[in-house]
């Protein structure tokens, strides 16, 4: 199973379970996670979610395998899949708490963001990896960041491609609290489980008006991002990147 789920004292404990690749967002992780969260929004004695992962990673990102792909029809419906994965956590009703140690990369930085409070180990390290590969920002990552801590800071990270770790991400305003990795599992079931016998209903009428109060739709975006990036993965700077990156090499990019 590579997305467990266990439901204790009203408390869903989401866990990212493919340790030996770093928890990659493979398509099957992404299958889980969206029948996960139907199921978390449809039941009433859930009240609030705590997201973590097995092993040393978070989420490295996408899965290499699945990328380098010239199929447009099949890169389309890719990155949609991933959307569905996304929406579900972001669109719950219930708070969500992510507990991050390690890497949160690409996707996995944008699963993480997904969350209303991310709690981090002072091992984190996150990115905005995409054009490693000779793809742009997906799974909704630039419309959380630009929420989260405007346009200009958020370009500067996509375009640096940077890693960063979790003081700076607290800086930014993106991590809530920053802790010793020994004490990041107790502290986030802690936060989720005042979470969870709070009023409940009233957060999840909160979260809603968040949502209606940006300046555009998740969803609306994410229609933009299927678009954008199903262009960019067409190109062959992206087949260069993902065989680059299978082969532990640089990547030789064209602009084209």
Do not use: W
């Amino acid at each position: 199973m590579t997305v467990k789920l266990d439901i204790v004292g009203g408390i869903a404990r989401i866990v990212l379970a493919r340790p030996e690749r770093l928890n990659a967002f493979s398509d099957e992780m992404k299958d889980r996670l969206i029948e996960i969260t139907r199921q978390l929004q449809l039941d009433a004695s859930v009240r609030a979610v705590l997201l973590c992962a097995e092993g040393r990673a978070f989420c490295a990102g996408g899965d290499i395998d699945t990328m380098g792909a010239s199929d447009v029809v099949a890169a389309r419906a890719r990155i949609q899949h991933a959307h569905r994965a996304i929406l579900g956590l972001a669109n719950l009703d219930k708070p969500v708490v992510a507990a991050v140690r390690g890497p949160a990369l690409g996707v996995g930085f944008s699963l993480a963001l997904s969350s209303d409070l991310l709690i981090a180990s002072t091992t984190a390290r996150f990115g905005v990896v995409f054009k490693k590969v000779g793809l742009a920002p997906d799974g909704g990552l630039a419309y959380f960041l630009s929420q989260s801590i405007g346009a200009r800071r958020a370009k500067e990270l996509m375009l640096s491609a940077r890693l960063f770790g979790a003081e700076e991400a607290q800086a930014l305003g993106l991590v809530a609290e920053v802790l010793d990795d020994e004490a990041l599992d107790a502290r986030a079931l802690a936060v989720t489980e005042e979470l969870a016998s709070s009023a409940t209903f009233a957060l999840a009428m909160g979260k809603r008006m968040f949502r209606a109060a940006g300046p555009g739709s998740l969803e609306d975006f994410l229609e933009f991002e299927t678009h954008a990036q199903n262009q960019a993965a067409q190109t062959l700077d992206h087949r260069e990147g993902a065989a680059a990156f299978r082969e532990k090499r640089a990547p030789i990019f064209r602009g084209h």
